[in-house]
C-alpha cells in the first residue's frame, strides 16, 4: 500500500481507512490532468522565487506531463490504496524524479490542491454542459420557428385557459434555458478564482507569487483572503449546481409536459416508437420512460444541491474533512446536466405536433377572454364585458383560433415571440462556450509543452 503524504510512522486502521476514503478515488481519476496543471504551474510558482531549479521544474514538468499522457490513454490510474490524486501523483512524481518529487508540495496543502483541481475540472467541463443545453434550446427554437402559429390551448389550473400555439410553449422553455444560463455564467464567474497558495487556510511564510500562478492556469485572479479560499469550499461547487438545478426544474417540467400532452387522451403531440419502451405484460404498450426518468431527475439534482448545502451548514472556518462530500455531487450534477439536456434535445427533436388533436382541443370556451375583449373593443369596460360573456358562455360565437393568433402581435405572443433575438443569443453563447474550451486547452497545452512565462 502506498505511503500516505501525511505518514508519520503508524497504521491507519482499514475500516477508518476505507470510511475515510469511500468512492472518493472513483472521482479522483477525472481530476488527474486538473492536478497535473496545477502542479506545473505551482512547480513554475516555486522555480521563480528560487525554491525550484530551473533543472528540477523541467524534470517534475516532464514527468506531469508523461502522467497526463499515461491517464488519457487509460494506463495511469488512481486506486483505493493510492488514498488520493494527489497522493498518486506525488509518489509518482519521487519514483520518476527523485528529490524534486519531494520538493514540489514546498508552499501547498492537499487543501488548495483539491480546490484548484474542481475549478480547473469545472472549466475543462464546463463548455460541454453549456453545449448540451444550447443543443437542446436550439431544438426549441427550431419547433417554435416551424409551429409559431400553429393552435394549442394555453393551460391555467390544468384546465384549458387561452388560446395559445407550439411556439409560444416551445419558446418558454427555450427563454427558461437561456435564463438559466446567465445564471451559470455568474457560478462560472465566482469559480473563476485561483486558491494555490492559501496552503492549509492560512498561507506559508515563503515569498510566493500566487498571482503568477494564477494567470499561469488561467484564472481571472487568485482568491485573496487564504482562509476564505478554504471556506468558500462547497460554496463555489453550490453555486453551480445551484444554477444547474434551475435547468433540470426546467427539462423537468418540460418532460411532464410532453409525458401529458402525448397521451392518448391529449394527442398533441407524437414521437416515434424508438424513443418508447415497451410493458413486460402489455403488448400495447409504448411508454416515454426517458421524459418519466428526465422528470425524476429534476429531483436527483436537487438533492445534489441539498447534500452540499447540508454538509457546510454550521461548518467551523478552515479545512474540514466534510468537505471530501460535497466533491460527489458537484461532478455527478455537471454530468447528469449534460446527459438530461442531449435526451431533451433529442425528444424535442422528434415531437411531431398534431395539428388535428391541437385544433379539436380548440373549442368554443377557450375563447371566452377573446369573445369578453371583442366587447371591450366596441367601448364596453373590461369588468361588464367579462360579466356579460360569463354569465353567457353558450352564446360564445365559435371563432377560428388562427384568426384569433394573428390578432396577438405584441411582444411575446405568438405573432412576436422575438425568437431572432433568442437565435442570436445561442450563437453568442456557442461562441462564448467554445471561447471557454479553446482558453482551457490552450492554457493546458502551454503548460504541458509550451513556453511558461517568466521561466523561459
Keep these: 500500500m502506498a505511503t500516505k503524504l501525511w505518514d508519520k510512522g503508524y497504521d491507519l486502521n482499514p475500516e477508518i481507512e476505507a470510511f475515510e476514503v469511500g468512492d472518493d478515488v472513483v472521482y479522483d481519476n477525472r481530476l488527474i490532468l486538473a492536478d497535473v496543471l496545477g502542479s506545473i504551474a505551482h512547480a513554475a510558482g516555486l522555480t521563480k522565487v528560487g525554491l525550484l531549479t530551473r533543472d528540477e521544474f523541467a524534470a517534475l514538468r516532464s514527468a506531469l506531463a508523461a502522467i497526463a499522457e499515461e491517464a488519457a490513454a487509460g494506463t495511469f490510474r488512481v486506486e483505493p490504496g493510492d488514498e488520493d490524486v494527489h497522493t498518486k501523483i506525488e509518489h509518482a512524481l519521487t519514483a520518476r ?4 518529487g519531494k520538493k514540489i508540495h514546498t ?3 492537499r487543501n488548495d490542491q483539491v480546490i484548484v483541481d474542481l475549478r480547473l475540472f469545472l472549466k475543462q467541463e464546463a463548455p460541454r454542459v453549456e453545449r448540451a443545453i444550447l443543443d437542446c434550446a436550439d431544438a426549441l427554437l427550431a419547433l417554435a420557428e416551424r409551429h409559431r402559429l400553429t393552435p ?5 389550473h390544468m384546465q384549458r385557459a387561452m388560446i395559445s400555439s407550439v411556439g409560444v410553449w416551445a419558446g418558454a422553455y427555450l427563454e427558461a434555458l437561456l435564463d438559466d444560463l446567465k445564471l451559470l455564467d455568474a ?3 465566482l469559480n473563476d478564482q485561483c486558491p494555490l497558495g492559501s496552503a492549509a487556510s492560512y498561507g506559508v511564510p ?4 500566487r498571482r503568477y500562478v494564477s494567470d499561469l492556469l488561467g484564472f481571472r485572479a487568485p482568491q485573496r483572503n487564504v482562509l476564505y479560499a478554504q471556506n468558500a469550499r462547497g460554496k463555489f461547487e453550490a453555486a453551480v449546481v445551484q444554477a444547474l438545478s434551475q435547468v ?3 427539462l423537468s417540467k418540460l418532460a411532464q409536459d410532453i409525458l401529458l400532452f402525448t ?8 414521437i416515434g416508437a424508438e424513443f418508447t419502451t415497451g410493458s413486460s405484460i402489455m403488448p400495447q404498450k409504448k411508454n416515454l420512460g426517458a421524459m418519466e426518468m428526465l422528470r425524476a431527475k ?5 438533492a445534489y444541491q441539498q447534500q452540499i448545502m447540508t454538509v457546510l451548514a454550521g461548518l467551523p472556518s478552515g479545512y474540514n474533512m466534510d468537505y471530501q462530500e460535497t466533491k460527489r455531487p458537484f461532478i455527478d450534477a455537471l454530468d447528469l446536466t449534460a446527459r438530461a439536456a442531449r435526451v431533451a434535445a433529442l425528444t424535442v427533436r422528434n415531437l411531431e405536433p398534431n395539428e388535428q388533436a391541437l385544433l379539436a382541443a380548440c373549442t368554443p370556451d377557450l375563447f371566452a377572454t377573446d369573445a369578453a375583449y371583442e366587447l371591450v373593443a366596441e367601448g364596453v369596460p373590461f369588468r361588464d364585458a367579462y360579466r356579460r360573456v360569463g354569465t353567457a358562455l353558450e352564446t360564445v360565437p365559435p371563432m377560428d383560433p388562427h384568426e384569433q393568433l394573428a390578432k396577438r402581435t405584441h411582444l411575446g405572443t405568438a405573432g412576436d415571440l422575438g425568437l431572432e433575438e433568442s437565435a442570436r443569443q445561442i450563437a453568442a453563447r456557442r461562441e462564448r462556450a467554445a471561447a471557454r474550451a479553446a482558453a482551457f486547452e490552450a492554457m493546458a497545452e502551454r503548460l504541458l509543452a509550451g513556453p511558461i512565462p517568466g521561466l523561459d
Design 97 to 100: 524524479t527523485g528529490e524534486p
Design 107 to 109: 508552499a501547498r496543502s
Design 152 to 156: 394549442m390551448p394555453g393551460y391555467t
Design 187 to 189: 457560478a462560472l464567474d
Design 206 to 209: 515563503l515569498p510566493i507569487d
Design 248 to 250: 433540470m426544474l426546467d
Design 263 to 270: 397521451t392518448a387522451e391529449f394527442g398533441f403531440f407524437t
Design 298 to 302: 429534476g429531483s436527483v439534482m436537487l
